[in-house]
């Protein structure tokens, strides 16, 4: 399993250390504590997934610093962007909320989360019945890894190590070739309907390439109506289809890279005769620009040839990045690219 990496900035850090680190437990968190300017100092540069601060840092050597100068002055962007936490014990305190307002007028401040310090509290405690905190203990783990993987754009689905996973994969679909037999307008349906009646519904999707037949956008327009409406949204129903998408896989094959877009790169625009004129050497190996006479580069239209299938794939998994291939970083998962196949295999954490 890769854990996220949090970052844990509070000048408190010697009496909340054990609280933190109950809640920031691996094998889910591999846990950055910083407690001092000084170690802010050394751990400023290292990669993390998410920052967790305590909105007033007013002891020790912070000198009465605060979250806010904190996301203006030093985390912001740096060394990647990372979403925040906010943790304090005095939110009921007007001075805590004008921090948060100010906090909030940072531009690209990515705040996604504010803790009561006495969330942290309540899990440390040990009552009679170990059961409650025990709950509360995962609640507010879950709750927090839910946000990281949301900001990030991965996938919630977390199976554990030994649970089963059902994968439903489908390649060479090739919506758009004219070819294709009149029924095949109903292979989607009825492969839902087969897979609900014999309680085989997939906990994840794999489109394993060819989803179009040439590339192009009205292709692509084709596939959604007829896997969203057909195939996932009776499969998996309507009202769950949107917190299901991420568990949809998708590669593009040869047959959705739009050719007519990579054609252009072999060809320019005369102007004096209003028509394409061949270039003579041009390369389309995409391997880099090629250089005109005056030493200027012309772009290459293959650089383009994928678009449709990327815009198509962030549509359909509801991405805040230009996904093409999601693969679910906190479980290693193997999937046979047949026709329409349906498998069940343990899940394995990497």
């Known amino acids: 399993m890769q854990p996220f990496r949090l970052m844990v900035i509070d000048d408190e850090l010697a009496s909340r250390r054990k609280q933190y680190e109950r809640v920031f437990s691996k094998p889910d968190f591999d846990t950055v504590f910083v407690g001092t300017p000084a170690e802010l100092r050394d751990n400023i540069n290292r990669p993390v997934d998410g920052y967790c601060v305590d909105v007033f840092l007013d002891s020790g050597d912070w000198h009465g610093r605060n979250a806010a100068s904190l996301l203006s002055n030093e985390l912001l962007d740096r060394p990647r962007p990372a979403p925040v936490f906010l943790v304090s014990r005095h939110w009921g305190d007007p001075s805590a909320m004008a921090l948060v307002s100010e ?37 507010l783990r879950n709750k927090i890894l839910d946000d990281l993987t949301t900001w990030h754009g991965w996938s919630t689905f977390r199976p554990g190590p030994d649970d089963p996973i059902r994968i439903l994969t489908l390649a060479d679909m090739q919506f758009g070739d004219k070819n294709t037999a009149p029924d095949a307008i109903f292979s989607e349906h009825w492969i839902a309907k087969a897979l609900n009646r014999d309680g085989l519904i997939p906990d994840l999707v794999v489109l394993a390439g060819d989803l179009a037949f040439g590339g192009s956008p009205a292709e692509y327009g084709l596939a959604r109506n007829r896997l969203v409406d057909d195939l996932l949204t009776y499969m998996w129903g309507a009202n769950r289809f949107d917190k299901m998408r991420d568990r949809l896989i998708l590669t593009p094959g040869n047959h959705d890279v739009n050719l007519r877009f990579a054609a252009c790169d072999g060809y320019g625009f005369d102007l004096h005769s209003g028509k394409l004129k061949e270039i003579s050497g041009a390369s389309l190996s995409g391997s880099k620009p090629d250089s005109r006479s005056d030493g200027s580069w012309r772009k290459l239209h293959s650089d383009y040839a994928l678009d449709p299938f990327r815009h198509f794939a962030r549509e359909l998994r509801g991405c805040r990045q230009n996904q093409t291939v999601v693969v679910n970083r906190r479980s290693r998962m193997r999937a046979s690219a047949s026709q329409t196949q349906v498998s069940e295999t343990a899940g394995r954490r990497s």
């Open 103 to 139: 906090a909030n007028r940072i531009p690209d401040a990515a705040v996604v989360r504010y803790l009561a310090w006495t969330e942290f509290e309540e899990v440390a405690k040990k009552p009679a019945a170990k059961e409650p905190a025990k709950q509360r203990e995962g609640a």
